[in-house]
């Protein structure tokens, strides 16, 4: 037995029995996982093997993200062992750029990274858990200046915290009324950065601050209380922020992002709500509550499953969208006129400005999406920077938020 990697046995006779470019393959991924020596490039282009370029991790607070970075998509095979407890990850047709086990890190699934070549062309990773995981893993194709990538999320599946049911409080007397509840949503996260500044500010890192500033404020504010649909630096689909926003029952959802043009120029502030032509069907937004949390989810007071002609649940949920949207507007309005009195803001658009933004879409809720700044504009980037903007823009969204709520009676 020839042992050349703590992953990677290979019998002689399995060497004799190779091919000529078998065994460059083999030894190219051998040096590679050694070493992450740099091979001449006639001998890369005769093995052909797809390169493994990078690898990065996230820890979100019930899944680990690991991103492989490829010269091009290829097929892979997730294999779950247990005693102990052990995810393995084969990458076909490939060679390690990078050693997986030299990465540093801290994570709450995973205890240790190894990886090795088991056969010729084949990249293992080895993740060795502290906790039992559901994995999921896809692909994603080059796009601009993306990389072709390899997504693998370990879920945990032990160890969750119990959360109550979605259980909305109805027709409550004025005694006993609960705090209006503000979902705040910092855009992008994790793998996903966003728009990113020419001094490098990442538009994740800026929305995820000052939503934090905002979750401050708003939990100071008697009859209030703040949600964040991300705490760190992981991704969130679309789809299950609206669903965070649901699981709390939010009476408002407000997200932010940080803008970008191809001008310098560009420059200012906008709130946007969702567009008329953006809304889904009433017969699309009720399947969309359906299919989340095994739909016990409620429009106005109703339950949907209590309703059973068609036409009277499309009209409910046509009415009920029309209401959010009418409300949208005004706390839009809130918002830019609490702005336009932060100093060095400029505002981009002087009215709410009305697009198809799919975080917007959740029919029962007033949503709105507020662009803080440009980021490719220099100046805008160094003040979004800074704590002292950060802080007027979080007091200003507040003040309006707590204009609106209390006008509406919500609070």
Do not use: C
Request: charged fraction near 25%.
């Amino acid at each position: 037995m020839i042992n050349l990697n703590p992953v990677l046995d290979i019998d002689k006779e399995d060497v004799v029995n190779m091919t000529p470019i078998q065994r460059r393959k083999v030894l190219k991924g051998i040096i590679l996982s050694m070493g992450g020596l740099i091979l001449p490039p006639s001998f890369a282009q005769a093995a052909r093997l797809n390169r493994i370029t990078d690898i990065r991790m996230w820890t979100a607070p019930d899944h680990t993200r690991v991103v492989f970075d490829l010269e091009r998509n290829t097929q892979h095979q997730v294999l779950q062992l247990r005693n102990p407890s052990r995810l393995v990850l084969d990458i076909m047709d490939s060679a390690a750029g990078i050693d997986p086990a030299t990465m540093g890190f801290s994570d709450a699934i995973v205890n240790r990274i190894r990886s090795g070549i088991p056969r010729p062309g084949v990249v293992r990773t080895v993740f060795e858990l502290k906790t039992g995981v559901r994995p999921r893993s896809f692909l994603l194709k080059a796009s601009g200046d993306k990389p072709s990538r390899l997504v693998l999320d370990l879920v945990r599946t032990k160890g969750k915290s119990k959360t109550p049911g979605n259980k909305p409080v109805i027709h409550e007397s004025a005694s006993k009324r609960r705090d209006a509840v503000i979902v705040i949503d910092p855009g992008h996260g994790g793998i996903d950065p966003g728009a990113v500044g020419a001094n490098g500010t990442k538009e994740k890192d800026v929305a995820l601050q000052v939503a934090k500033r905002l979750a401050r404020k708003i939990d100071s504010m008697d009859g209030f209380k703040a949600k964040l649909t991300r705490k760190g630096d992981y991704f969130v689909s679309l789809r299950k922020r609206v669903s965070v926003a649901r699981k709390h029952q939010a009476d408002l959802f407000v997200s932010l992002h940080a803008n970008a043009f191809r001008l310098q120029s560009a420059r200012g502030t906008s709130v946007y709500m969702l567009s008329e032509g953006g809304k889904p069907s009433p017969d699309k937004a009720i399947r969309r509550l359906e299919q989340r949390e095994n739909s016990s989810d409620l429009i106005g007071g109703v339950k949907l499953s209590h309703v059973s002609d068609p036409t009277v649940r499309g009209i409910l949920m046509d009415l009920t969208q029309r209401d959010s949207l009418n409300r949208a507007l005004v706390y839009g309005k809130n918002l830019l006129g609490e702005l336009k009195a932060v100093p060095r803001v400029n505002i981009h658009f002087k009215n709410v400005k009305q697009a198809g933004f799919a975080v917007l879409k959740a029919p029962d809720m007033p949503s709105i999406l507020v662009e803080m700044a440009f980021l490719t504009n220099k100046k805008e980037e160094r003040l979004l920077s800074t704590d002292s903007h950060q802080n007027a823009l979080a007091a200003a969204l507040a003040s309006g938020t707590k204009k609106f709520v209390k006008s509406s009676g919500l609070a």
